[in-house]
């Protein structure tokens, strides 16, 4: 008997493991205010492949909402290049959003942000074509294919094009 049981061979191990590596994520709500309508977009040259625009007629203004509690990580304008306009909230666990071609801002760098909570208006900055809001979900800053309350989008199959979503952010 070497004195080591199975017992503390898995508590060593557990006690080895990152905790972020193994972060269940946050359960990610759609960026808009309860019962909005709002059409997904996946394209199979998406830049980057796994985020969404999210889009509808006359969005442009429409209030983003955090999409989880978190803490703003980050706030820029890069002007007409790339996202433009953006905020980004880190969840903890290794686990972030980004909220792309705003065309206003309404947190700062460091804020606390509750589910819900505005974080900007539906815009047409950066390199975009159209008003709409491109979002990413993010582990240890690799892209991860979005969920929303739990349930993964439709991503582009070349059968379609739009999924329409309806948010449960926030509702009573």
């Known amino acids: 008997m070497t004195g080591f049981s199975l017992c503390s061979a898995l508590a060593l191990c557990?006690?080895?493991?990152?905790?972020?590596?193994?972060?269940a994520p946050p359960n990610f709500q759609m960026p808009f205010p309860c019962k909005q309508v709002w059409k997904g977009n996946t394209r199979?040259?998406?830049?980057p492949q796994l985020?969404?625009?999210l889009s509808r007629a006359n969005g442009a203004g429409d209030k983003v909402v955090a999409a989880a509690k978190g803490k703003v990580s980050k706030v820029r304008d890069v002007g007409n290049r790339s996202y433009g306009k953006y905020v980004v909230i880190d969840h903890g666990g290794g686990w972030s959003t980004?909220?792309?071609?705003?065309?206003?801002f309404s947190v700062r760098v460091g804020d606390t942000v509750a589910l819900g909570q505005g974080v900007g208006t539906v815009g047409n900055t950066g390199t975009s074509f159209g008003a709409h809001l491109h979002h990413?979900?993010?582990?240890?800053?690799a892209l991860q294919k979005i969920k929303f309350n739990g349930r993964q989008i439709h991503y582009f199959d070349g059968s379609d094009r739009y999924t329409d979503y309806k948010s449960a952010n926030s509702c009573p």
């Open 14 to 23: 557990a006690a080895l493991a990152l905790p972020s590596a193994f972060a």
């Open 44 to 47: 199979e040259k998406h830049s």
């Open 51 to 53: 985020a969404v625009d």
């Open 98 to 104: 980004l909220y792309a071609h705003l065309n206003s």
């Open 136 to 141: 990413e979900q993010l582990h240890n800053g």
